[in-house]
């Protein structure tokens, strides 16, 4: 199985920039198709976007080119730069992992970290 521990969250301000961080173990990163999420208190988990083993990736609409998500499959980590801030990104943030192809629902995944929180503040 495959293990995953999120990290980077905080508090920042409007319009300020955040990176986060996705470690894996257990398997290497190159062989999984993985995902960030977040999820706002009293909504549902959202989905963000997603990256292969080669690279490709997958965006909601709403990132609107304010997010990237890169991975280094040597250090089997994935990560999630994010800039232009604002309260609605406020939630936690979600790493997930899964085998087979690209899919947007957070059902469709098999592994999940624990979460990190991202607060912006006005």
């Known amino acids: 199985q495959v293990q995953l521990v999120e990290s980077g969250g905080g508090l920042v301000q409007t319009g300020g920039s955040l990176r986060l961080s996705c470690a894996a173990s257990?398997?290497?990163?190159?062989?999984?198709?993985m995902a960030w999420f977040r999820q706002a208190p009293g909504k549902e988990r959202e989905f963000i976007g997603t990256?292969?083993?080669?690279?490709?990736?997958d965006y909601a609409d709403f990132v609107k080119g304010r997010f990237t998500i890169s991975r280094e499959n040597s250090k089997n980590t994935m990560y999630l730069q994010m800039k232009s801030l604002d309260s609605e990104d406020t939630a936690v943030y979600y790493c997930a992992a899964r085998g087979g192809g690209i899919v947007r629902t957070a059902r469709g995944y098999d592994y999940w970290g624990q979460g990190t929180q991202v607060t912006v503040s006005s």
């Open positions: 990256i292969n083993w080669s690279g490709y990736t």
């Open positions: 257990g398997r290497t990163v190159s062989s999984l198709n």
